[in-house]
């Protein structure tokens, strides 16, 4: 007959300043989370209104040869600039 002795290690507690440093780390990471999130809807919204004031300095140019073509392009720069 044999005999297996299993050790169990004690648990040790986890040190009390790792809890708060994990709590800041995750405060800090959701900040960083929101404020790229607002970086790019800002940059979008950018890219959106210089496209838009483009194809308006386009239709500007052709509206002596074609008012309707130049409407419809106007119209369409105003749906691509209030598009989410």
């Known amino acids: ?5 299993v050790q169990v290690p004690v648990r ?7 809890r708060v440093a994990s709590e800041a ?12 999130a607002q970086r ?5 919204r950018s890219a959106r209104l210089l496209e838009a004031a483009k194809v308006r300095i386009y239709a500007q140019r052709i509206s002596s040869q074609d008012p309707r073509f130049a409407a419809d392009l106007l119209a369409a720069a105003d749906r691509h600039e209030l598009m989410s």
């Open 1 to 5: 007959m044999t005999t297996i002795s």
């Open 12 to 18: 040790a507690p986890a040190p009390i300043a790792a």
């Open 40 to 44: 790019a809807a800002g940059q979008l």
């Open 25 to 36: 780390f995750l405060a800090f990471l959701s900040w960083a989370r929101a404020v790229a």
